[in-house]
């Protein structure tokens, strides 16, 4: 799977922005797709993920009641709608995808997962 990440930006705080994240090459079926940023000099940390069988999903607390995501069969797409963003949000946004057979247990554990986009960044201004 090849995994294409877009939507990212330069916003003012308390604004929103869609990520979208695409695969080729097969579909996401089958596999648990997850988000993860990395801030400048910090470590890559878990964001969000959904299961692409029934749309169960799973956030961190930091963006749980402001981030959502959902998932488009026909265009094999995750969006990770990102609302009331803060200046902490900024980081390079990176999607992910794991086989859900995996388990639901290693969703936040970014070595667990299979196949990387190439990310993209989101800056929040104050």
């Known amino acids: 799977v090849q995994l294409q990440a877009s939507g990212g930006g330069t916003v003012q705080a308390g604004a929103s922005l869609r990520l979208s994240c695409a695969a080729s090459g097969r579909t996401f079926s089958g596999h648990t797709v997850g988000w993860f940023r990395q801030a400048p000099g910090k470590e890559r940390d878990f964001v969000a993920a959904?299961?692409?069988?029934?749309?169960?999903?799973y956030y961190a607390d930091s963006v749980k009641g402001r981030f959502t995501l959902s998932r488009d069969n026909a265009r094999n797409s995750v969006y990770l709608q990102m609302n009331s963003l803060k200046p902490e949000d900024t980081a390079v946004y990176y999607c992910g995808a794991i086989e859900s057979r995996a388990g639901w247990s290693v969703i936040t554990y970014q070595n667990r997962y299979n196949y990387w986009g190439q990310g993209t960044e989101v800056t929040v201004s104050s």
């Open positions: 959904i299961r692409w069988r029934d749309e169960l999903t």
